[in-house]
Protein backbone atom coordinates (compact mmCIF):
# COMPACT_ATOMS: atom_id res chain seq x y z
CA UNK A 1 0.00 0.00 0.00
CA UNK A 2 1.39 3.24 -0.87
CA UNK A 3 1.92 5.83 1.71
CA UNK A 4 -0.26 8.74 1.77
CA UNK A 5 2.17 11.42 3.18
CA UNK A 6 2.70 13.70 0.91
CA UNK A 7 6.19 14.42 0.17
CA UNK A 8 8.12 17.13 0.16
CA UNK A 9 9.48 19.13 -2.77
CA UNK A 10 13.37 20.54 -2.60
CA UNK A 11 13.60 24.30 -2.36
CA UNK A 12 14.69 25.92 -5.33
CA UNK A 13 18.62 26.43 -5.49
CA UNK A 14 19.67 30.45 -3.83
CA UNK A 15 20.28 32.47 -6.34
CA UNK A 16 23.56 34.56 -6.01
CA UNK A 17 23.87 36.59 -3.04
CA UNK A 18 22.69 40.32 -3.91
CA UNK A 19 24.13 43.26 -1.77
CA UNK A 20 20.28 43.50 -0.55
CA UNK A 21 16.85 42.74 -0.11
CA UNK A 22 14.04 44.64 -1.52
CA UNK A 23 10.62 44.16 -0.33
CA UNK A 24 7.14 46.27 -1.58
CA UNK A 25 5.34 46.93 1.57
CA UNK A 26 2.42 47.49 -0.42
CA UNK A 27 1.52 47.29 -4.61
CA UNK A 28 2.80 49.49 -6.85
CA UNK A 29 5.09 51.14 -4.53
CA UNK A 30 8.14 51.01 -7.08
CA UNK A 31 10.04 47.83 -5.61
CA UNK A 32 10.38 45.62 -8.74
CA UNK A 33 11.93 48.62 -10.18
CA UNK A 34 14.15 49.84 -7.40
CA UNK A 35 15.07 46.13 -6.87
CA UNK A 36 16.50 46.21 -10.63
CA UNK A 37 17.98 49.37 -9.98
CA UNK A 38 20.10 48.81 -7.38
CA UNK A 39 20.76 45.90 -8.02
CA UNK A 40 19.07 43.48 -5.28
CA UNK A 41 16.93 40.64 -4.83
CA UNK A 42 13.47 41.17 -4.11
CA UNK A 43 11.42 39.25 -1.31
CA UNK A 44 7.72 38.91 -0.01
CA UNK A 45 6.80 40.70 3.22
CA UNK A 46 6.64 37.05 4.56
CA UNK A 47 10.40 36.56 3.72
CA UNK A 48 11.44 39.16 5.74
CA UNK A 49 14.14 36.83 7.43
CA UNK A 50 17.20 37.53 5.38
CA UNK A 51 19.55 37.40 8.16
CA UNK A 52 23.18 39.91 7.91
CA UNK A 53 21.14 41.00 4.27
CA UNK A 54 20.66 44.54 4.44
CA UNK A 55 16.59 45.04 3.78
CA UNK A 56 15.03 47.69 2.48
CA UNK A 57 11.52 48.15 2.68
CA UNK A 58 10.12 50.53 0.07
CA UNK A 59 6.86 52.28 -0.23
CA UNK A 60 4.86 55.31 -1.87
CA UNK A 61 4.97 58.62 -0.56
CA UNK A 62 1.21 58.57 0.53
CA UNK A 63 -0.60 58.18 4.02
CA UNK A 64 -1.43 54.82 2.54
CA UNK A 65 2.04 53.78 1.46
CA UNK A 66 3.24 54.67 5.22
CA UNK A 67 0.40 52.58 7.12
CA UNK A 68 2.13 49.40 5.00
CA UNK A 69 5.60 50.96 5.66
CA UNK A 70 5.11 51.29 9.69
CA UNK A 71 3.86 47.47 9.89
CA UNK A 72 6.69 46.35 7.80
CA UNK A 73 9.00 48.33 10.05
CA UNK A 74 7.25 46.47 13.44
CA UNK A 75 7.02 43.30 11.53
CA UNK A 76 11.21 43.92 10.67
CA UNK A 77 11.95 44.40 14.48
CA UNK A 78 10.43 41.15 15.29
CA UNK A 79 12.49 39.33 12.74
CA UNK A 80 15.41 40.95 14.66
CA UNK A 81 14.25 39.71 17.72
CA UNK A 82 13.75 36.29 16.90
CA UNK A 83 17.50 36.64 15.42
CA UNK A 84 16.14 36.61 11.32
CA UNK A 85 17.31 39.86 10.79
CA UNK A 86 20.62 41.64 12.20
CA UNK A 87 20.00 45.27 11.45
CA UNK A 88 17.03 47.52 10.96
CA UNK A 89 15.60 48.11 7.66
CA UNK A 90 16.17 50.84 5.49
CA UNK A 91 12.88 52.04 3.84
CA UNK A 92 12.94 53.77 0.72
CA UNK A 93 9.96 56.43 0.60
CA UNK A 94 9.17 56.33 -3.42
CA UNK A 95 7.36 59.80 -4.34
CA UNK A 96 4.00 60.10 -5.81
CA UNK A 97 3.76 63.09 -7.32
CA UNK A 98 5.87 66.26 -7.86
CA UNK A 99 3.98 67.62 -5.02
CA UNK A 100 5.19 68.19 -1.18
CA UNK A 101 4.90 65.39 0.94
CA UNK A 102 1.61 65.31 2.77
CA UNK A 103 1.71 66.45 6.49
CA UNK A 104 0.51 62.54 7.37
CA UNK A 105 3.66 61.31 5.46
CA UNK A 106 5.90 63.37 7.49
CA UNK A 107 4.68 62.90 10.41
CA UNK A 108 4.32 59.19 10.42
CA UNK A 109 8.11 58.98 8.96
CA UNK A 110 9.21 60.78 12.19
CA UNK A 111 7.43 58.15 14.26
CA UNK A 112 9.36 55.46 12.88
CA UNK A 113 12.89 56.93 11.49
CA UNK A 114 14.20 55.86 14.84
CA UNK A 115 13.43 52.24 14.14
CA UNK A 116 15.31 52.44 10.53
CA UNK A 117 18.87 52.55 9.34
CA UNK A 118 17.57 55.33 7.17
CA UNK A 119 15.37 56.85 5.28
CA UNK A 120 15.87 57.47 1.76
CA UNK A 121 13.50 59.36 -0.47
CA UNK A 122 13.07 59.03 -4.56
CA UNK A 123 11.67 61.56 -6.85
CA UNK A 124 8.74 61.16 -8.63
CA UNK A 125 9.72 59.93 -11.93
CA UNK A 126 7.13 61.08 -14.58
CA UNK A 127 8.47 59.39 -17.84
CA UNK A 128 8.14 55.83 -15.85
CA UNK A 129 4.13 56.27 -15.81
CA UNK A 130 3.69 55.53 -19.59
CA UNK A 131 6.25 52.90 -20.14
CA UNK A 132 6.13 48.98 -20.19
CA UNK A 133 10.19 49.33 -18.69
CA UNK A 134 10.64 52.28 -16.40
CA UNK A 135 14.73 51.18 -16.53
CA UNK A 136 14.68 50.96 -20.13
CA UNK A 137 14.60 54.67 -20.12
CA UNK A 138 17.60 57.44 -19.25
CA UNK A 139 17.29 57.53 -15.14
CA UNK A 140 16.59 61.33 -14.54
CA UNK A 141 19.23 63.34 -12.92
CA UNK A 142 17.18 63.79 -9.53
CA UNK A 143 17.56 59.89 -8.84
CA UNK A 144 21.35 59.70 -8.80
CA UNK A 145 21.84 61.24 -5.64
CA UNK A 146 18.80 59.12 -4.06
CA UNK A 147 20.25 56.02 -5.37
CA UNK A 148 23.90 56.94 -4.56
CA UNK A 149 22.21 57.72 -0.82
CA UNK A 150 20.23 54.35 -1.09
CA UNK A 151 23.56 52.42 -1.93
CA UNK A 152 25.82 54.30 0.61
CA UNK A 153 22.89 53.05 3.62
CA UNK A 154 22.93 49.70 1.76
CA UNK A 155 26.75 49.62 2.33
CA UNK A 156 26.58 50.36 6.02
CA UNK A 157 24.63 47.12 6.57
CA UNK A 158 25.96 44.76 4.38
CA UNK A 159 27.89 41.57 5.57
CA UNK A 160 31.69 41.14 5.86
CA UNK A 161 31.32 37.53 4.71
CA UNK A 162 28.56 36.75 1.76
CA UNK A 163 25.89 35.65 3.06
CA UNK A 164 23.18 33.64 0.65
CA UNK A 165 19.63 35.39 0.95
CA UNK A 166 16.93 32.53 2.43
CA UNK A 167 14.36 31.22 -0.41
Known amino acids: MASTRATVPEPPPHPPSQPAAVVSCHGGCGA???ARLLPAREVQRDGLGVGNVPL???ARGTAYGLLWATKGVAMAHQYIERGWLT???VLALVADSTLREPATVRARVRLIEDRLQAVVR?????DWRDTDDPLSLPAPKSLAGPVQQL???IATNAPTVPMEVPV
Open 32 to 34: TTL
Open 56 to 58: VLV
Open 87 to 89: TPP
Open 122 to 126: LPYVP
Open 151 to 153: RAA
